[in-house]
């Protein structure tokens, strides 16, 4: 996957996520969860991207950058 389409995969993301959250008022125990997962996945997708970034500013191959566990992404310091 190259930058592009993680970076529409994120905007696709960020989209469905705004749509749940303006319908607030609404949420079912589904959206919830979907909501849930969304920024699950939006972090994975943002650590991924930043993997590749940083590979190419230090002169490696992008494409070896990995997608990590979810529980990998969350563990993290910001």
Known sequence: MDDKSILDHINELAVEE???RQSHATHTSDDRRRLELIERELDQ???L???RRARSEFGEDPDDARE???DEVEGYLQ
């Open 45 to 47: 997708a943002w650590d």
């Open 68 to 70: 990590r566990s979810v």
């Open 49 to 51: 991207l930043r993997q």
């Open 18 to 20: 705004h749509r749940l």
